[in-house]
Nanobody
Framework: QVQLVESGGGLVQAGDSLRLSCAAS????????MGWFRQAPGKEREVVAL????????YYPDSVKGRFTISRDNAKNTVYLQMNSLKPEDTAVYYC????????????????WGQGTQVTVSS
């Protein structure tokens, strides 16, 4: 069974850091593009970080650029999201996802999803 499991969420104060992990199981994800998305209450899900499986290209929206970093350890079948200088507007459920598309920026190609982990940033 293919599965993604996020961990590392929690309650922090503005300015703090958190590192989220996404452990994959069921098969190797070394040939998948990996991404982190988030959804805040009453808002649509949005992308926060994408990483290609080849050459490790990355993409960040302006809202998190310079503060968030996506990385992967293929030996551990795990993807990480380092979040620094957190803001209250970063509060959301964070999901990791995998895509087998040839274009890692195609958000609709991310079809394998984890269950999410809550991140709450207090002011």
């Amino acid at each position: 069974q293919v599965q993604l499991v996020e961990s590392g969420g929690g309650l922090v104060q503005a300015g703090d850091s958190l590192r989220l992990s996404c452990a994959a199981s069921g098969r190797s994800f070394s040939n998948d593009n990996m991404g982190w998305f988030r959804q805040a209450p009453g808002k649509e899900r949005e992308v926060v970080a994408l990483m290609s499986y080849r050459l490790d290209y990355t993409y960040y929206p302006d809202s998190v650029k310079g503060r968030f970093t996506i990385s992967r350890d293929n030996a551990k079948n795990t993807v990480y999201l380092q979040m620094n200088s957190l803001k209250p507007e970063d509060t959301a459920v964070y999901y990791c996802a995998a895509s087998s598309s040839s274009w890692y920026r195609d958000e609709f190609s991310y079809r394998v999803w984890g269950q999410g982990t809550q991140v709450t940033v207090s002011s």
